[in-house]
């Protein structure tokens, strides 16, 4: 669990939101920071009539102060509870998937967003699902759903069903995954998320970086469906793979970046200040 921590978070562009909150809407109206001058017929409100800008005015029109609309949001942590992510490392993934969730809940109550929580595998999964709310305990209430959540199956399809679970105005959504997932899938869930702010959180450890033998026989297991297969490593086995699996990082980038925002990559602890400071250039 994190401690009093704020993640700064910025939504892109402004909010159509009808809850007040931190975020500039496009709105104009009564409360927020100073926004223009309009006629009072334009906007007839006595209370924000600017008597210095009546005075000033030739034509004697009466001006009224209008101000930026603030609004908030709900912040969704949508989390790939697939196999992969029950690896250990030198940090365990699920660690690191609840101190992120608890500090995205944290901070958005405090904000005076919303935060709500939807783990899936093959389908979403009821055992780890929140709607959005605004209550303080929703930070504990996610660390303990997500305490007690398996990760099992090879199927993230369900990540693609939680987009149906977004519809209406626009979310921040934070997809959390190691992304060891078909790239087809991969859009189709960027594709379901569209009209939402998409940040894409790459969960990965060290030890998965480990460099490949250019001789020898490995034994690989496949952390989804538990199987094993001996492999034996040659030179050009070796280039062919690392090539495959830079293309495959470079198509999930490509990806992101044109559904939502440049991935953000957290691995073997959760550092609050670094994340913040990638996800405001994300």
């Avoid at 906007?43 to 210095?52: G, H, L, Q, S």
């Avoid at 993934?93 to 929580?117: E, N, W």
């Avoid at 605004?134 to 398996?150: C, I, N, T, Y």
């Amino acid at each position: 669990m994190t401690g009093g921590q704020d993640i700064a978070y910025r939504p892109r562009g402004r909010i159509s939101g009808v809850r007040f909150g931190a975020h500039p809407s496009p709105g104009a109206g009564a409360l927020g920071a100073f926004r223009d001058h309009v006629p009072f017929m334009a906007y007839p409100d006595a209370r924000r009539i600017d008597v210095r800008a009546t005075l000033r005015d030739p034509f004697g029109n009466t001006f009224v102060r209008r101000f930026q609309q603030r609004a908030s949001i709900d912040l969704y942590a949508l989390v790939d509870l697939t196999g992969s992510l029950a690896y250990q490392g030198r940090a365990s993934k699920m660690d690191l998937i609840t101190a992120l969730c608890v500090a995205l809940a944290r901070s958005a109550t405090r904000t005076g967003d919303r935060f709500g929580l939807i783990g899936c595998d093959a389908g979403v999964r009821p055992d780890c699902f929140i709607p959005a709310t605004k209550r303080r305990s929703v930070a504990e209430e996610a660390a303990a759903l997500l305490g007690r959540a398996r990760c099992k199956g090879a199927s993230a399809a369900g990540l693609r069903q939680a987009g149906e679970r977004l519809a209406g105005a626009r979310k921040m959504a934070f997809l959390i995954s190691d992304f060891l997932l078909p790239l087809g899938l991969l859009r189709e869930v960027f594709e379901s998320l569209a009209q939402h702010d998409v940040i894409p959180v790459i969960v990965g450890d060290a030890s998965e970086d480990v460099d490949l033998p250019s001789f020898g026989l490995m034994e690989l297991a496949d952390l989804e469906t538990g199987a094993r297969r001996l492999v034996f490593m040659r030179p050009e086995l070796k280039r062919r793979w690392l090539e495959a699996e830079r293309e495959r990082r470079a198509e999930i980038a490509r990806l992101a970046r044109q559904f939502g925002r440049t991935p953000v990559r957290i691995a073997d602890a959760f550092d609050i200040d670094g994340f913040s400071r990638d996800l405001l250039k994300a």
